[in-house]
C-alpha cells in the first residue's frame, strides 16, 4: 500500500511540474526578454575563442562592444563595434516559429555591404539561455555567389546568462570564434552604427 502510495505521489508531482513547465514562456520568447531588458545598455567584450588564428585577425587587439540599440517587440537590434569599425549590427528576431539572426553589414557611408542579412533560424526551441542559428538557403547561395563556400557550414549561436554574460559564437568543421561580453559592467554607449537610420527600415524578421 505505501509503494503504490509513493507512486500516486511521484506522479502527481511529474504531472504539476509539466503543468508548470507548459504554462511557462517558450524559450524563444523568454531569451527574448532577457535581451530586452538590456535594452539601451552596452557592454565590452573578450574574445575567448578563435581557432584558428590568422595573422589578418580583423577582432584580435581591438576593443569590443555590443550595444543593445534598439528593441521592438519581435525584433532587437545590437550594433557589434570592433575598434573604430562599426559596420556590424546583429539582428534577432522572433518568427512564427523560433528565432531569426541576421548580420546586417554596412560600409561608413550606409550603404550595404555585398556581404549583408546573412545568418539562419532556429531549428528547435533552444532553452531560454541559448539559441542556435544554422546558416539558411538564403545565406549558402550568398556564401556561394561571393566564393565563400567554407561558411555554408556556418552555425552561430548566441547565449544570455542574465546579469552575467552574453556571447556569440560562430562555429564550423575547422572554425570556432566566441566573444562574451560582461553583463556586470556597463560601459558608455558607443557612436551609432554605420546605416543607422537605413537600418531601421530594413527588418530581419518575416514569418
Known amino acids: 500500500m505505501r509503494a503504490l502510495v509513493a507512486a500516486l505521489s511521484a506522479l502527481l508531482l511529474l504531472q504539476s511540474a509539466s503543468v508548470v513547465a507548459a504554462d511557462g514562456p517558450a524559450p524563444a520568447d523568454a531569451f527574448m526578454s532577457s535581451l530586452a531588458r538590456l535594452c539601451g545598455q552596452a557592454f ?7 581557432e584558428p588564428r590568422t595573422d589578418s585577425d580583423p577582432f584580435e587587439g581591438k576593443a569590443l562592444v555590443m550595444h543593445v540599440r534598439e528593441c521592438r517587440p519581435d525584433e532587437i537590434r545590437v550594433p557589434f563595434h570592433v575598434g573604430d569599425d562599426r559596420s556590424r549590427t546583429w539582428v534577432i528576431a522572433r518568427t512564427t516559429s523560433g528565432l531569426r539572426l541576421k548580420h546586417d ?26 539559441q542556435g542559428f544554422p546558416a539558411d538557403a538564403e545565406s549558402k547561395a550568398l556564401f556561394e555567389r561571393e566564393g565563400l563556400t567554407v561558411s555554408i557550414g556556418n ?8 546579469g552575467v554574460r552574453y556571447v556569440y559564437e560562430l562555429a564550423r568543421p575547422g572554425r570556432l570564434f566566441r566573444v562574451e561580453f560582461d553583463l556586470t559592467q556597463p560601459v558608455a554607449p558607443p557612436p551609432p ?3 543607422a537610420e537605413a537600418q531601421a527600415d530594413s527588418p530581419g524578421q518575416k514569418p
Open 193 to 195: 552604427p554605420w546605416g
Open 105 to 130: 553589414h554596412r560600409h561608413e557611408d550606409g550603404t550595404p555591404d555585398e556581404l549583408t542579412m546573412y545568418g539562419g533560424d532556429t531549428r528547435d526551441a533552444g532553452t531560454a539561455t541559448r
Open 44 to 50: 565590452a567584450g573578450r574574445i575567448t575563442a578563435n
Open 155 to 162: 552555425v552561430w549561436a548566441v547565449e544570455i546568462e542574465p
